[in-house]
Each structure stands twice: as C-alpha cells, then as structure tokens.
C-alpha cells in the first residue's frame, strides 16, 4: 500500500491549532522557520522542541505521526550529519583516526544542521496536517491576491494545488492496482540495472498517464457544468475572520522569536 | 413552450468534430416538471451526447434545445442553465473538486457568487437530502462509490436546480451502490418534485422510471412508459438492451401459448399473474 | 492443476492500530474444469482472496498451494508458479499501454522470455479467444477502441500467458449488456473449448446463475458457503442476509413455494422456472 505520505496529508480532528486563519498559520509558519535559522545554540533547539511539542499537542497530532512524515528524509538527514561531521573544519579534535578527523565544531555543526531541517518538516508538517489542503490554497490565494494587478494567477494557482492534493491519493491507489496487474503479466520492477528499471517503468508510467489524462478532462467537464468559470464573482465557503486565537498566536511566535533572539544574544 | 416544460429538445443533431456520422440525429423530446424519464441506450448509442446537450456542454449542430426555458446555444444562457439543470457523471472519483465533502458541495455555490452565510445552511440540508452529514467533513477517497456520487448529488442540489441530469452515474458501482444512488435520486424527485433525465444501460433501472426513451445509433427509436417499451422483447434484444427477467419470462410463456399479461415487470406480478392463470386447488 | 487455499487470513497493517482482518482462515480447493463464482459484498474480502491466489499478496497465515507446491515456499519459482495463473484485475482496460494491440497482448508471452514465432502464435490465439480479427486489430492502436473492445485487448493479454487457471475480478463491471454478453460468451467457450479453470468474481448472480459450476459466499473475510449454485440459491435468505442478490427465477420460485404452489426448492435458471410453470399451467388448464 502506498499511502504512508503524511506531508500534505490533512489530518481532521477539531482542535486550537486546526482552527486558527489559515492565512495566520501559514505567515506564522514562515515566522518558525525564520526562528529555526535565528537559533544558534542548544537552549534555542530546546526551546524550538518544546515550542514544537506544546503545538502538536494542542492541534491533539500523534506525535507518531509526526514523526513518520521524517520518514522519506532519512537518507537526506543522515548525509547532511555526516557531511557536516566529516567536512567542517574545527579546532578541537575529539576523535582521529586513519583520515578521519572529527572536531567538537563539526560535531556541533552537524548536530544542528539536522536539527534545523528536522524542525524545518516538523514545522510545515504541523502546517499541512492541521489546515485542510483547500483552506491552505484559500490563504495563498488571498495572500497571493494583491498580485493579480501584475497579473499574477493567484486564483488558478490556488485550484490547480487543490485539485493536485484531491487526486494525489486517487493516483496512488491507481499506481498500486497498475503495477500489481503488471507483475501479473510477468512485469518485474525490482531487478535489473538502472537502464532497465527505467525502462520497466513504462508498463505502469503509460497508463498513469492516460488515466491522469482522462480524470483531467471528466474533471473539467463537471467543473464546467457546475458553473466555474473562474475566479471571478466568486464567493467562498470558508470564511476566514481573524479571531482573537489568531492574534494569541501570533503573540505566542513574537514571543518564541523573541526568546530566541535573547538567549542567542546572552548565551553565546 | 409552457410553464411545466423543463426540456424541450426540437429536431437536435450533434456531430462530433472529425465524426462522419451524427452522434445524435433529429432527436426530438419534451420533459415536463417533476417527470423521471429513463435515457436507455447501449454505449455509443449517443446518449451521453443527449446529456451533454441538455448541459450546454455541447450545442446543436442542428436543431434548438431549450432548457427551463433558456436556449443552450446562446453564451449568455450557459451558467443560467447549468445552475438549473446539474449534472452528476460516470466515474465518482472524477468529479469532486474538493479534498473535504462539505467544501466539495460548496463549489457549485462558490461559483455562482452565493453568499457565505447563505452556503452553510444550504450545504447542510443538501448534505441531509442525500444523507451524508454524518460524512460532511470527510475526505471522498475515504468514502465507497455510491457515497461519492451522493456527495456529487448533494453538490448538484445545493445550487436548488429544477433538473437533475445522471449521465450513467450508476454505471461504475455495486449493485448496492447503485440502489443507494438510484433510491436518493428518485426521493428527490418525489418529495421536492425535482425533473430527473436518468441516463442508463441498467433496464432494472429503467424499470422505474415514469418514461423511457430508448436511443440506438444516434436516434430516439422508442419512447413509453416502462410497461409500453420492454413488452417489446424482441425488438429490445436486437438493441442489445436488456429487459426485465420477469417481462422476458412472460414473452417466453406467451410464445408457448400461455396467455399470460405481456407487461409483467416484476416478480410480484408475475407471482399474481400465475395465481391467475394456475388457481391452487382448493382441496390442498 | 489444483489450487488449494489452508486456512489462508489476512491481516493488512498488522501490528497498527488500524489492522483488519480482510480474510479470516479460509480452506478450499479448486479442481482443473471448474467454473467457480466468488460472490460477495463490496468489503467482503473477495478482491484480497483473488490477489493471494497468484502470490500478489502474501498470507499473514495459511498457505497457497498449485499444484501442491506452496505458493510462498522458499524454494519456489514464484514467477513461474504464477505464469499458471492469470489473473485479469477489475477495469484492466486501464492497464493497457502499448502502441498497438498486438504488442500490448505480447507483453506477458514477453515476459515469459518465449521467441518470437511462439509470441506471435500466442498473440494470435489470444486474440481469437477473445473474439478480436487480428487482421483488423493487431495493428490498432489499443486506445482507438470501445471500452468493450478495450477490456477484450487486456484480456486477451492475460490468456497469452497460457495460464492453466483464469481469475477475473468482476470481468463485467461498467460494460453495457452487449459488452457484458461478449465477455460471458467468450468466458463460456474458454471453459468448454479450452477446460480452461476459471474463477470469477462478480456481483451479478443472474450472471452466476449462467456460468459457474460453483460458489464461494464470502462475508466479513469469511467462506460461509461453497457449493453448487443451486445449493446456495436455494438459501436466499443467506444471500439476502449478507446483502447479496438472489436471481429473479429463484426470487420467483420462492415466493410462489410461499403461496403454496409445489415447485422443487432449487431452480435458479430461467429455463427451469419457464418449463416448471407451463407444467403447472398445463396441469391447471381443464383442456
């Protein structure tokens, strides 16, 4: 089964953080990810992890499944850890051996290089699996809109994002059936040199194809007949207001960035 | 054309581009208000092109439809007629927009400019008419194939059509899903006196209809109500249409001189018909 | 050449919260000729059955046997085990991905690694079991034809493999009755031509009614019944209970038993139903 993807995965449980103006958490979430890069010593990542753990536990997120959207990053986090410890230069050699030589400053500069790109998924997983992919599309759209006067697409960008997040599971249940009908007639996906593999792939790339081909013209159509024609005299189902949670969580950013900048200013 | 009038297609053709042959030729029909007329056709037959028509997704090569009044080839008309006569298709995983239920029977809504506060309570009974509120904040991958096109149902209704057109919406799902659709659909007909043009190759769903046009080759080649068009087994077959067992039953029994009603539709019927003809004797 | 199913479940996602049990210890064997119906409601575990049965899915616990080599053996030539087994998935119009015909039917023979003339022979076969002209088809493209023509194509794809044993996953769904006819015939005259063994999944008992020779009942992951059909359509409340059809000939033969009326309590076709009443007729008729 291939439906372990939980970045752009909504997760829908009524809670604080799903609640909140999807335009405010999304400017919040670009706040984070400032603050991240703004943290420069262990007492900033604790208090980037606390801040991370307090705000998956209010948006009620299983922190397994939190966890799991690291998943697919595994290789690129180990590389980062070990180019960074193996490649930084330092002064303070903590271990050596054959042309090996890791320093205290490498070892640091690892730690935290992965640290911040851990944070960094954390922080825009809790984003996509607490703000319904459509809610998410309205705030850029809105964010977007001043744009328009440049003719920039806001609205068609925000609908084509929606309606790629609607048919990601669909396409994936289909790959599934696709290939597993293909190793019924002998189609063999695993072995083989590269060229070969990718060459296997057409028996399931094809009808991929076909079939995204055909959902994109029914798709059109029922669009169509059921009256869009565009962005414009469009109204919204979801509202968004600002509220007085919206202005609390922008408080509570202001004071993680402010904390951060502090203790980096008194601690380094 | 008169108040009651919802669909009146007069001498339509439709030619698809590069097509030799019409799709459609010189079909002529009239719908009234509150009628379910069944569309029974094998694939090809044009009438999924019927549907599109009566749609304004596609305009008459030849001829003139008018639906709720509108004339679909003028421009003008196009979102007046769509927002009257909705449209549910084939493949349910090909025509929700949106990743939530709710959002999606919103979108109609959305694009016609309704108000907010005026969407959320229309969203709700649509929900409620199709029963799915218990499903409003799911995401449709989750749902089963009769549940989606309910969900599409449910979109259409929310714009308050007078014509629900189903173009095959059945054709994709089990037979439960089917009943589940078919049972939704034909409430709403009855209870909001919704006009209903149910396009299908299902006889047993035809069966139910008020009226049935059956189309072959582009051209509306029989038209009645259930019990006129499927006593007609022969003719029926040559169509490559099913018709209902029990009236293929009854042509049977007539053909070895049975003089049995020919209309017989179901098995209650035929069950009254020998009763009938084969009184039980008393004495047992 | 047998299949035989031990105690076969199930379990996806096992050890998650979210694990079901999709089969739930299920035994039976299937014998070369047979013609066997699976029948059950959507959910019942029928599609999961049909993916263990050429080792698509593997067994949280039981076995599949072929022949009476097991299908996940360690030992086992599983590619070659399941070139025995055609298995023809629910809409494999949707698999098709070839330029023409011809080479999308030769895939499977492809893979088999036969030569060329031995492909060619099979694509041809094929194509006639299906009842698709090669001279007009084989060089089309499999995109230019009717949903009906299409699902033949993928079909015949699958028979070019030669498998002893055709599984199909509902092989009518979406087709209109002449598609629908097509395939059945075609289906028919793979079992008396050909003694090909053929399973089928479907949801529609009239088309069970005409074509197997058995029946297995699948609910909730379990075999509550494998007979012949006229054992299992003589229990319509079974069928009723677990949310299936019964055909209308036995609907009406049930419900004229209720009446009173002395028919035999086990006819499901048509046919027997039509003579059963011109009988009574005849009996009935004073003349």
Redesign the interface.
């Known amino acids: 089964?291939l439906n372990n993807i939980t970045m752009g995965q909504?997760y829908?449980v009524d809670s604080p953080v799903h609640r909140l103006d999807p335009r405010v958490k999304l400017i919040l979430t670009i706040a984070f990810i400032v603050a991240v890069f703004l943290v420069h010593t262990i007492w900033g990542y604790l208090l980037i992890a606390g801040f991370v753990y307090a705000v998956s536990r209010l948006a009620r997120l299983p922190l397994k499944m939190l966890i799991r959207g690291l998943r697919p990053l595994r290789m690129i986090l180990l590389l980062t850890f070990l180019l960074n410890l193996f490649f930084t230069a330092g002064d303070t050699v903590l271990l050596s051996f054959w042309v090996i030589r890791i320093t205290r400053e490498a070892l640091r500069q690892a730690v935290f290089y992965s640290l911040r790109l851990v944070f960094l998924v954390l922080g825009t997983s809790i984003l996509t699996l607490t703000t319904?992919?459509?809610a998410l599309s309205d705030a850029l759209e809105i964010l977007l809109s001043p744009l328009k006067k440049i003719h920039f697409p806001a609205h068609e960008l925000a609908m084509m994002m929606?309606?790629a997040?609607?048919f990601i599971?669909?396409l994936l249940?289909?790959t599934d059936?696709?290939m597993?009908?293909?190793?019924?007639?002998?189609?063999?996906f695993e072995s083989g040199n590269l060229i070969s593999r990718a060459k296997s792939m057409?028996?399931l790339l094809?009808?991929l194809f076909?079939?995204a081909f055909?959902?994109a013209g029914?798709?059109a159509?029922?669009?169509?007949?059921?009256?869009?024609?565009g962005g414009e005299?469009?109204?919204?189902?979801?509202?968004l207001k600002l509220t007085r949670q919206d202005a609390l969580a922008c408080g509570c950013m202001a004071l993680l960035i402010g904390l951060i900048v502090l203790e980096g200013i008194l601690l380094r | 054309m008169d108040q009651q009038t919802r669909i009146q297609a007069d001498q339509v053709s439709y030619t698809y581009e590069e097509a030799a042959a019409p799709a459609l030729s010189k079909a002529s029909v009239t719908i009234r208000e509150g009628e379910f007329v069944a569309v029974l056709g094998h694939n090809g037959s044009g009438k999924s092109t019927l549907a599109k028509l009566l749609n304004a997704l596609y305009v008459p090569t030849e001829g003139k439809i008018l639906v709720c009044g509108f004339d679909t080839a003028q421009d003008s008309h196009v979102w007046e007629i769509r927002r009257r006569a909705g449209m549910i298709f084939q493949n349910p995983d090909n025509q929700i927009v949106a990743t939530i239920v709710k959002e999606d029977v919103a979108f109609g809504l959305e694009n016609l400019g309704v108000p907010t506060e005026e969407m959320i309570p229309r969203v709700e009974s649509a929900l409620a008419a199709v029963h799915m509120s218990r499903f409003a904040d799911s995401a449709p991958h989750m749902l089963s194939g009769g549940q989606k096109q309910r969900v599409a149902v449910a979109g259409i209704l929310a714009m308050e059509p007078s014509v629900l057109i189903a173009d095959e919406a059945t054709a994709m799902l089990d037979p439960s899903g089917r009943r589940e659709v078919l049972d939704t659909v034909r409430a709403l007909n009855r209870q909001k006196g919704i006009t209903v043009v149910w396009i299908t190759h299902f006889m047993e769903e035809a069966a139910e209809a008020d009226r049935i046009l059956v189309i072959s080759d582009g051209q509306i080649v029989s038209e009645g109500t259930p019990r006129e068009v499927f006593p007609h087994v022969d003719r029926m077959r040559e169509l490559h249409l099913d018709v209902p067992r029990m009236t293929a039953l009854a042509a049977d029994l007539r053909r070895e001189g049975m003089p049995i009603r020919e209309d017989v539709l179901t098995v209650e019927e035929m069950v009254k018909e020998v009763e009938r003809l084969c009184p039980l004797k008393s004495a047992t | 050449m047998s299949i035989e199913v031990r105690h076969l479940t199930h379990t996806y996602g096992e050890g998650s919260a979210l694990s079901t049990v999709a089969l739930n210890d299920i035994s039976f064997t299937i014998q070369e000729g047979e013609f066997v119906g699976i029948v059950g409601h959507t959910g019942s575990g029928k599609s999961t059955l049909v993916q263990h049965l050429n080792g698509l899915l593997k067994p949280t616990s039981g076995q599949v046997l072929v022949d009476g080599e097991d299908l996940n053996g360690e030992k086992v030539n599983r590619r070659v085990l399941r070139q025995r087994i055609g298995l023809v998935f629910q809409y494999p119009e949707y698999q098709l991905f070839e330029e023409t015909v011809a080479k999308d039917i030769a895939f499977g023979p492809k893979n088999q690694g036969l030569s060329t003339a031995k492909i060619d022979a099979r694509v041809h076969h094929a194509m006639e079991s299906v009842h698709l002209d090669y001279q007009k088809y084989a060089e089309k493209s499999p995109f230019e034809l009717s949903g009906g023509q299409m699902r033949r194509v993928a079909i015949a794809g699958v028979l070019a493999m030669a498998p002893k044993v055709l599984i199909l996953d509902e092989p009518t769904a979406g087709l209109d009755p002449r598609g629908r006819d097509r395939i059945l015939s075609m289906l028919e005259e793979l079992r008396d031509r050909e003694h090909t063994t053929i399973l089928m999944v479907s949801h529609s008992m009239e088309d069970m009614a005409r074509l197997a020779t058995r029946l297995l009942v699948i609910a909730e992951g379990k075999l509550v019944a494998d007979d012949t059909p006229r054992a299992v359509f003589a229990r319509p409340d079974l069928l009723t209970r677990i949310g299936l059809d019964v055909p209308e000939a036995a609907k009406l033969c049930a419900a004229l038993r209720g009446k009173g009326y002395d028919l035999p309590p086990d006819l499901y076709r048509m046919e027997e139903v039509r003579n059963a009443l011109l009988a009574l007729w005849k009996g009935a008729d004073p003349c």
Not at chain 1, 180 to 188: E, F, I, L, S, T
């Open positions: 089964m909504y829908p319904s992919p459509v929606t309606i997040l609607r599971p669909t249940d289909e059936k696709i597993k009908a293909q190793m019924a007639r002998g189609a063999d057409i028996p094809v009808p076909v079939s055909r959902r029914d798709l159509m029922a669009m169509e007949s059921r009256c869009y024609h005299g469009r109204t919204r189902f979801r509202v």
